[in-house]
DNA sequence: CAGAATTCGAGGGCACCCTCGACTTAACCG
DNA sequence: CGGTTAAGTCGAGGGTGCCCTCGAATTCTG
C-alpha cells in the first residue's frame, strides 16, 4: 500500500529524522499545540523544510504518535494477563495515566477531539478496545459499578489530562479516590 | 477608600453599563479569554470605549465577577445550616458546580490561577473558607475521608471545570463517582 | 457656546500560520 | 571527474486574529 516513490536525498532523510526528534520532543514538553517555529528550530532547519515534509500539523502527529500509542497496547496486553479483574483494571488505569504524565502531547491526544490522522485514531481505537473488556470483566466480576461505562472512563481521561498539566504531582492522589468510588458497592 | 470622582456623564454611564452587561454574557457563555473586540461588538461600542473604561481584561473581571462569586457565600451559608455534615457537603460540591455549569467565566476563574484582582481573590477566599469548614466538619464526623483536604478540592475544582466544559451533561455522573470515592473507609 | 469628557476606529505591535520563488546541493551520467 | 538537473532548503513576507494606543471628531454639561 505504500507508494514506493524513490527514496530521500540524504540530507533530506537527515532532515527528515531531526524533524521527527525534534516534534517528538516538544510534543512531550509542551503539547500537540507548540509552534511550527519552535519545532523547525529545535530540528536546525528552516520552517519551509518543515512544511515540505510535513504540510500540516497532523502529518507530524501522524509520524510520532502511533508508536507512542503502541505502548497502550502493552499495558492493555499486560492488564489482560492479570487474573484479579479488579487488580487489572486499576493498573491499567494508573500505567495510562503514568503515560500521559510522562508525555505531554499523548496527554493532549487522548483528552481532545482526536486529529485528522486515520492512524492516530485507530491507533487509540485499539487501546480503547483493551479498557473496554477490562470494564467488562470486572463489572462481571461484581467488583466494578454496573453502571461503569468507556465514556466515563473518556470523561475522566479528559479530567485527568487536565489534573497531569496543571499539578502532575497530585494525579495519582485524584485517581485513587476515583477509583474508590468506581468500587461495586 | 472609594475616591469619590464627580460623576459620570450620561452617555459614559450608558456606555459602561452596557459593556458589563456584554461582557458578563459573553464571558458566561464563552469563557473569560473572549476577544475584546466581541464585547465591545456586543455593546454597541466602540474597542476605544471599551479600553477607557475597562484598561484591562482584569479591570473588566474585577467588575464582574465579586456580584457573581457572592453565590458562593449563598451556598456555604446554605451547607453550613445543614445538620447533616455528610449531606451538607455533598450538596455543596453539587452547587458549587451547578454554578460553575452555568457560567463557563466562573468555571474559569474558579479552575485557574486567580486574575490579580483583589475584590475577586477575597471572594474566591471567602468561598474557600466555607469549604474547609465543611470538610472539617465531615471528617470529624467520620464520614469523610480523614486525609481530604482543600488541595484535593481545588484539584477536583479544576478536574470538574474541565469535564463541565466539554461534556456538560455528564459532570453531576462524574461528581457522583467522585464523591463515593470520598466517603469515609 | 466653550471646554471638558467621551467616543471612535485606524493602525502599530505581536505571535502564529503557511507559501513561494530564488538559491543550494546531492545524485546520477557521460 | 565535472556537468546537469531534479530534489531539497531557505527565509522573507503575506494573511489572520488578537492586543492595545492615540489623535481627531463628537457630544454632553454648565
Known sequence: MVTASRPLR???ARNRSKLLAAAAALFAERGVDVPMEHIARRAEVSIGTLYKHFPTRENLMAAI???????LDVIGEKAL???????????????LYALQAEDLGLNDILARDLPDAPEVVSACHRGVGHAEILITRAIDAGVLRGDYSITDMATLTRAMAQVIRDSPAEWRRFLAIYVEGLRAP
Do not use: I, N, Q, S
Request: aromatic content about 16%; cysteine-free.
Open 81 to 95: 494477563a492479570d487474573p484479579d479483574p479488579w487488580h487489572a483494571f486499576t493498573v491499567y488505569l494508573d500505567d
Open 10 to 12: 540524504a540530507d533530506a
Open 65 to 71: 504518535f502511533p508508536e507512542r500509542l503502541a505502548a
